[in-house]
């Protein structure tokens, strides 16, 4: 999933870069080249959690699945107000942004405890 998302990335971004440069606003296009970044970020955050998972870690699918919920609601809400202007999506973002962050503070709290002594 992580890779899939990742060359998903790749193509939002070229997309933005050459085909939608001349139809959206410069701010627009700075708000959707920022989708595609954060689904870059979690896309290889997804290929990290695919390694973790396989080492036994519990918490990691948790982390996997708020890293595609944030994917969904961050990038996809910011990829949506660009293309269509509907500004009220942006109410939606923040919410894929607490989903990162809730993401990454379970692979922090997994982290934490490999390194702790065993009981």
Known sequence: M?????ALAVVAGAFGAHALRAWLSPPDLATFETAARYQMYHAFGLMV?????????FRAPHAG?????GIAL???SLYLLAL???R????ITPFGGVAFIAGWV???LQAAADRSPPD
């Open 2 to 6: 992580g890779a899939a998302l990742a």
């Open 49 to 57: 959690v695919g390694l973790l998972a396989d080492r036994g870690s």
């Open 65 to 69: 699945w708020l890293f595609l919920a």
């Open 74 to 76: 961050f990038s996809g």
């Open 84 to 86: 269509t202007d509907q």
């Open 88 to 91: 009220w999506l942006g109410a």
């Open 106 to 108: 379970l692979l922090a």
